[in-house]
């Protein structure tokens, strides 16, 4: 149950696109399109961003999207917004009905 | 409107006992499985248990297996999680979340701390 690896923090100014990777292995995010992300404002719970790789929640902004390639997974935010600024989580199935977090990325807009 | 609020949390000394509870509303609670995502402070998130619907089948991270016992009372509407011989590092706030059909955790509590020290 290692943790799934994201960069520590992303930076970008208003208006631009970042992208958050979240690498796992073959017994989690490689094999399973069960990979969800969240967004956390300090204080708060969590909240769901992205489910199933690349679906969002009703009221999620289009401007969050979701991708996977092999054992890597990535939310990518676009057109960056203060209020965007945040702690990322990405979580995925693993075997045996269990879950794995990532270490979570600081995203700073500039 | 689904609602998710624990309760139950405190200062505990190593070694110690203490039962966390979910009070759940706005949704057919025993339709859904439900987890247990805890946070150390200022560290990131990390997951504890899961219980399906049913209750009938249980899941554990390693690093509580064996210590802690996840379960739900569908009759109240309530989720628990029972921790037995808690260390130092199970000091965080611990969450409740509902899973919605594709493992993703659609719905959170606001939280309940824990503190495991002498």
């Known amino acids: 149950q290692a943790a799934l690896t994201q960069p520590a923090s992303v930076s970008g100014s208003p208006g631009q696109s970042i992208t958050i990777s979240c690498t796992g292995t073959s017994s989690d995010v490689g094999t399973y399109n069960l990979v969800s992300w969240y967004q956390q404002h300090p204080g708060k719970a969590p909240k769901v961003m992205i489910y199933e790789v690349s679906k969002r929640p009703s009221g999620v902004s289009n401007r969050f999207s979701g991708s996977k390639s092999g054992n890597t997974a990535s939310l990518t935010i676009s057109g960056l917004q203060a209020e965007d600024e945040a702690d990322y989580y990405c979580?995925?199935?693993?075997?045996?009905?269990?879950?794995?977090f990532g270490g979570g990325t600081k995203v700073t807009v500039l | 409107e689904v609602q998710l609020l624990e309760s139950g949390g405190g200062l505990v000394q190593p070694g110690g006992s203490l039962r966390l509870s979910c009070a759940a509303s706005g949704f057919t609670f025993s339709t859904y499985a439900m987890s247990w995502v805890r946070q150390a402070p200022g560290k990131g998130l990390e997951w504890v248990s899961l219980?399906?619907?049913?209750?009938?089948?249980?899941y554990y991270a390693d690093s509580v297996k064996g210590r802690f016992t996840i379960s739900r009372d569908n009759s109240k509407n309530t989720l628990y999680l029972q921790m037995n011989s808690l260390r130092v590092e199970d000091t965080a706030v611990y969450y409740c979340?509902?899973?919605?059909?594709?493992?993703?955790?659609?719905?959170w509590g606001r939280g309940a701390l824990v503190t495991v020290s002498s």
């Open positions: 979580c995925s199935y693993a075997s045996s009905s269990t879950l794995v």
């Open positions: 979340a509902k899973l919605g059909a594709w493992w993703e955790m659609d719905n």
């Open positions: 219980i399906i619907g049913s209750g009938g089948s249980t």
